[in-house]
């Protein structure tokens, strides 16, 4: 990995600047260094950085901005939005971290998007089929089942946006040029598409296809 090599106590970034070695910190993690050499090589090896970021020059040193250290393992990603905090979903490597918080960044930390790069869960294989199933009020719930893998994650991400209630479909708030998003034709094939299949507790209790 160019800039970077393995240490006893870590990953040490090194750079050869006028036929002198230079160091540019040790870091915890491979992800962590990566990081920063990038950065590094952004600012073009500014001197006055070179170990600002060090865990050897600073013990306490803060993640990149809006990222945590996870209780377990990992790094989350947390944002104040209203004077309340949420958290954004918690990766397994700084880097990937990153990436999603740039997104958020980039796309105005939408609430009901925080958790679309979470590890895609309550999809279960069954007889070639994907089914969506989650707990709700202690009751298993079933939210349908598709062919393929992407398919089910889709619907996933989708029933988080809804907060895991069809109903609610129009609470999603997020427009592009005065027009709904969720008017595109995939929430509501989805949604049509749901309640005609279903034949499920849901179906019932709703009366039907309304």
């Known amino acids: 990995m160019k800039y970077i090599y393995k240490r006893k106590n870590g990953y040490g970034i090194q750079k050869i600047i006028n036929k002198k070695n230079y160091s540019f910190g040790v870091y915890d993690t491979l992800e962590e260094a990566q990081y920063y050499r990038d950065y590094f090589v952004e600012h073009d090896w500014d001197m006055t950085k ?10 306490n040193k803060k993640e990149p901005k809006n990222i945590y250290k996870a209780y377990g393992e990992g790094y989350e990603i947390r944002k104040e939005i209203n004077h309340k905090k949420y958290s954004f979903g918690t990766y397994p490597t700084l880097e990937e971290a990153i ?17 679309i790069f979470s590890k895609p869960q309550h999809i279960v294989k069954r007889k070639g089929k994907y089914h969506i199933v ?5 009751r298993q719930e079933h939210f349908g089942s598709f062919d393929n893998i992407e398919d089910a994650k889709d619907e996933v991400q989708f029933l988080k946006k809804c907060g895991w209630d069809y109903d609610n479909m129009e609470s999603i708030d997020d427009t592009v040029n005065d027009k709904p998003m969720f008017l595109d034709g995939v929430c509501f094939k989805s949604f049509f598409e ?3 299949e279903r034949n499920d507790l849901y179906f019932v209790l709703n009366g039907g296809l309304q």
């Not at 070179?50 to 013990?59: A, D, G, I, P, T």
């Not at 997104?103 to 930390?109: D, H, K, L, M, P």
């Not at 989650?134 to 202690?138: A, L």
């Open 50 to 59: 070179r170990l600002e970021f060090s865990k050897r020059k600073n013990k």
């Open 99 to 115: 990436k999603a918080r740039d997104y958020f960044v980039e796309n105005g930390w939408k609430i009901y998007e925080r958790l």
């Open 134 to 138: 989650k707990v709700i009020n202690g």
């Open 194 to 196: 749901k309640k005609a």
